[in-house]
Nanobody, 115 residues
Framework: QVQLVESGGGLVQPGGSLRLSCAASGFLFSLSAMRWYRQAPGKERELVTTINSVGNIRDYADSVKGRFTMSRDNGKNTVYLQMSTLKPEDTAVYYC????????WGQGTQVTVSS
C-alpha cells in the first residue's frame, strides 16, 4: 500500500526557514520521480517542484526559485524540501506525491508564515 507521510511544518516568521520531510513506503521509491505540491486556503493545489529518481531537479515554481531546495535520500525513502526566506504567501498545506502513483496523497503538513 502506497503511503506518504509529510512532516516538519509549523509556524514561522517571515524570513525564516523550515525543512519538510516526506517518508514514502509501499512502492519502489528509488525508481519514482517525486513532487512537492502546496495548497493555500481557497486556491488550487500548486506544483512546487519535481525531483527525478536520481536526484536531479526538473524545475521549481517561479514563486519559490532561489528560496526552496528539494532533495531526496533513496536509502531512507524520503524526500525533503528546504524552505528559506519564507514569505506569508508561502502559507499552505504542503504535500508530496509520487509520479508513478499520482492519485496517492498524504495528509500534508501545514506551513504558516506569519509575524
Amino acid at each position: 500500500q502506497v503511503q506518504l507521510v509529510e512532516s516538519g511544518g509549523g509556524l514561522v516568521q517571515p524570513g525564516g526557514s523550515l525543512r519538510l520531510s516526506c517518508a514514502a513506503s509501499g512502492f519502489l521509491f528509488s525508481l519514482s520521480a517525486m513532487r512537492w505540491y502546496r495548497q493555500a486556503p481557497g486556491k488550487e493545489r500548486e506544483l512546487v517542484t519535481t525531483i527525478n529518481s536520481v536526484g536531479n531537479i526538473r524545475d521549481y515554481a517561479d514563486s519559490v526559485k532561489g528560496r526552496f531546495t528539494m532533495s531526496r535520500d533513496n536509502g531512507k525513502n524520503t524526500v525533503y524540501l528546504q524552505m528559506s526566506t519564507l514569505k506569508p504567501e508561502d502559507t499552505a498545506v504542503y504535500y508530496c506525491n509520487a509520479a508513478i502513483f499520482p492519485d496517492y496523497w498524504g495528509q500534508g503538513t501545514q506551513v504558516t508564515v506569519s509575524s
